[in-house]
């Protein structure tokens, strides 16, 4: 009788080993993003100088598909549906809104990410994990 108790908490030390410790993982990936909401703020600067700012709720519905809702004080919200897809450090974001564009991660963890984009002006989205 003890060797079959010794031997069923045996197994069960080694069942419980075998779980997947990576499962506390998040990566930037499309995979991480499916199902999540995220808010924070857009900011668009010129040359240092913020010329916009406004709050962002982002929601990633599926792998390649979301929805965010931007407000700025004096205007209607802009509530726009978008794609996306994610090659490394870059996510393209396909809309017919203001976010359109390739936005390069600069920082990324599980409650944080922190994307830009450069041309005539810089934007930078920060976003906190809901």
Do not use: P
């Not at 709050?55 to 519905?61: N, P």
């Amino acid at each position: 009788m003890m060797k079959k108790v010794i031997l069923m908490a045996a197994l069960a030390v080694f069942a419980l080993a075998g779980c997947d410790k990576g499962s506390d993982s998040f990566e930037f990936n499309a995979q991480s993003l499916e199902q999540t909401t995220w808010e924070g703020e857009v900011v668009v600067t010129d040359s240092g100088k913020v010329v916009e700012s406004k709050s962002i709720r982002l929601q990633f519905y599926t792998i390649g598909t979301g929805i965010y809702v931007t407000k700025q004080a004096g205007y209607s919200n802009e509530t726009t549906d978008f794609d996306y897809s994610i090659d490394k450090k870059m996510m393209d974001i396909i809309a017919e809104g203001s976010l359109n564009g390739k936005y390069l991660l600069s920082e990324f963890s599980k409650s944080k990410m922190v994307l830009e984009t450069f041309g005539d002006y810089t934007v930078t989205i920060t976003l906190h994990r809901k």
